[in-house]
């Protein structure tokens, strides 16, 4: 028993000085990269609200998948508005919702029929695919009004995911009107209904605990400049160490210590497909224009805003989102030739002028060529070093 212990001992003597090995190489490619703008966000990551996780996956000696991660301001409390990144816990939410349903078919095959007027009826798979590959908005909000705002982050709280909460639709309205379910019904491929709920009766505002939801000086609304802070207090909100550990669980499971959502193996392996598909669908003429939806449409890690880039020996399948100068990458690479896999979560926020909906922000000048360049500085490094 002595023994045992003492092989314990040193098992976790060595875990911590590889994490700590691993942390300390993260950190020294970063204060030797000469690039402006790595030493512009880093130098000023208070302003840009910069945030990072990084997590490498290696396999210890009996081939068991082990985690190592990085992290920067992680920790600090400060409101990040998510805009797309939303889709993710409400892709896993929605798809434990219809298999705790028997009467729901699990290819998603079943149609949706809403009392929006977004589409008339489409199934739930187009509006899946939709909603992950060309983070289409009205497909979010069509899923949001099936399960309805309560279902939704009672189910995040059991999943611990206690510092995300979606409580807003893609478009304007009243608080009232996000977090109150609309008329829902859903019919099989022999047009029996299997799901229906009517409009909440009951009305029970919800808002995030972020104390610091008052954003920029000013905000334009209707093309007039409102001289206050813009109020994202009723706006969703998703903490970057909950993002960063639902994309870990599409992949492994496992890993994370949090409650597994309830889906299938078939399932997972659908919404990962669907985070690495073109947002060119048959279905639909909105995404058409081949310019701007291409294989590496809203790639921001690695790939920038670069339609010719291709990594031929990479997996990838990512989560990006950008809304009144927040913008986010949440990514995951595996290199099959180079022995390189990893996890990576970017925030940022870059609006210097801090005025909202005037269109002015530095997506291009800074946030997509930092996560581009940071993607880059990453990837180099891991394949130099291979995990042990």
């Known amino acids: 028993m002595k023994r045992f212990g003492g092989i314990l001992l040193i098992s976790l003597c060595f875990s911590l000085i590889a994490k700590s090995q691993f942390t300390d190489s993260i950190q020294k490619i970063i204060d030797a990269d000469t690039s402006l703008m790595i ?26 998948k082990k985690l190592s991660t990085w992290s ?28 705790k349903r028997k009467t729901f078919n699990p290819d998603l095959s079943d149609l949706l029929i809403d009392s929006s007027n977004y589409v008339k009826e489409r199934s739930l798979n187009d509006d899946m695919l939709l909603m992950l590959s060309a983070s289409d908005n009205r497909a979010f909000n069509r899923i949001y009004n099936m399960l309805g705002c ?15 909460i979606i409580i807003h639709r893609f478009e304007s309205g009243s608080t009232k009107y996000h977090q109150t379910a609309l008329p829902v019904t859903v019919v099989n491929s022999t047009c029996d209904t299997i799901y229906r709920h009517s409009a909440d009766s009951i009305y029970s505002p919800i808002r995030h605990g972020m104390a610091d939801s008052l954003i920029g000086f000013g905000y334009f609304l209707n093309d007039s400049l409102i001289t206050k802070p813009k109020s994202f207090k009723f706006h969703n909100y998703v903490d970057i160490r909950d993002i960063h550990d639902m994309m870990i669980s599409l992949k492994y499971p ?11 193996e078939n399932q997972r392996e659908t919404i990962i497909k669907f985070l690495q598909t073109s ?19 809203l790639r921001f890690t690695l790939f920038g805003r670069d339609k010719k880039i291709q ?17 986010a990458d949440c990514s995951y690479l595996k290199d099959t030739v180079n022995n390189v896999e990893f996890f990576l979560s970017i925030y940022m926020y870059v609006n210097k002028d801090e005025i909202l909906n005037d269109n002015q922000y530095e997506y291009d000048d800074v946030g997509v060529p930092f996560m581009k360049r940071f993607g880059e500085l990453i990837y180099s490094r891991m394949k130099k070093v291979k995990p042990q």
């Open 311 to 327: 990594y031929p020996n990479i997996e990838y399948f990512n989560k990006s989102a950008m809304a009144y100068g927040f913008l």
């Open 279 to 297: 947002p060119l669908h048959p279905n639909t003429t909105d995404y058409s224009d081949t310019s701007v939806f291409h294989s590496n449409f």
């Open 150 to 164: 309560k279902y939704i982050n009672i189910n995040l709280i059991k999943k611990k995911y206690l510092n995300t």
């Open 254 to 264: 496992n890993l994370v210590n949090r409650n597994p959502f309830n889906i299938t």
């Open 39 to 64: 030493k512009e966000v880093f130098s000023n990551s208070k302003f840009y609200r910069l945030k990072i996780i990084l997590t490498e996956v290696s396999s210890d000696d009996f081939g068991c």
């Open 72 to 99: 920067y301001r992680d920790t600090v409390t400060e409101y990040f508005y998510p805009a797309s990144l939303a889709k993710i816990p409400l892709a896993l939410t929605s798809t434990q919702f219809i298999n």
